[in-house]
T-cell receptor
Framework: AQSVTQPDIHITVSEGASLELRCNYSYGATPYLFWYVQSPGQGLQLLLKYFSGDTLVQGIKGFEAEFKRSQSSFNLRKPSVHWSDAAEYFCAVRNTGGFKTIFGAGTRLFVKA | NAGVTQTPKFQVLKTGQSMTLQCAQDMNHEYMSWYRQDPGMGLRLIHYSVGAGITDQGEVPNGYNVSRSTTEDFPLRLLSAAPSQTSVYFC????????????FGPGTRLTVT
């Protein structure tokens, strides 16, 4: 069965510092991969997605993610964090044979001044 | 477009009561799904549908029923509410291609006493 692991429950970074959020998945083939962001009290919004082609994908708000097949990872990065990036981030996997999408437990990002 | 709408926003039930959470989308999306979000557990898939008349179980379907009589609507029914169903419920929809992201509603916060 497919699964998604986000090893960090929460991360604190200083404003202006770089950010990397980790995501590992378990699936037999290359799945479709997504990163979503959830601000407090809100629904989820897509940051970026990968399904084929270039393994480095760009998203909104200056985020990017890199798919590494050998490591079954899809880590999210941002070179310089802004205070408004404080939110919860979810990695999600959709298998190529259907529509079922599984989410990781999420990583809550705190940004300090 | 209103996007994905959910009603009610908040609900308090007593154990054993039943209710229906409403979800509607006006984007003509084929795929719709229901998730519950609990602290530290991310989003867990309850049920999903790939089109009118077609539904399937997700990770945590017990205690919930769904139906999809139209493309627009995907209600979630709690048959006999239990305190373990206290959660925030999100409905999501997407176009029928598997690489497409999901659009989320604002959520329904349900408390079962």
């Amino acid at each position: 069965a497919q699964s998604v692991t986000q090893p960090d429950i929460h991360i604190t970074v200083s404003e202006g510092a770089s950010l990397e959020l980790r995501c590992n998945y378990s699936y037999g083939a290359t799945p479709y991969l997504f990163w979503y962001v959830q601000s407090p009290g809100q629904g989820l919004q897509l940051l970026l997605k990968y399904f084929s082609g270039d393994t480095l994908v760009q998203g909104i708000k200056g985020f990017e993610a890199e798919f590494k097949r050998s490591q079954s990872s899809f880590n999210l990065r941002k070179p310089s964090v802004h205070w408004s990036d404080a939110a919860e981030y979810f990695c999600a996997v959709r298998n190529t044979g259907g529509f079922k999408t599984i989410f990781g437990a999420g990583t809550r990002l705190f940004v300090k001044a | 477009n209103a996007g994905v709408t959910q009603t009610p926003k908040f609900q308090v039930l007593k154990t054993g009561q039943s209710m229906t959470l409403q979800c509607a989308q006006d984007m003509n999306h084929e795929y719709m799904s229901w998730y519950r979000q609990d602290p530290g557990m991310g989003l867990r898939l309850i049920h999903y549908s790939v089109g009118a008349g077609i539904t399937d179980q997700g990770e945590v379907p017990n205690g919930y029923n769904v139906s999809r009589s139209t493309t627009e609507d995907f209600p979630l029914r709690l048959l006999s509410a239990a305190p373990s169903q206290t959660s925030v419920y999100f409905c999501a929809s997407s176009y029928g291609q598997r690489e497409n992201e999901q659009y989320f509603g604002p959520g329904t916060r349900l408390t079962v006493t």
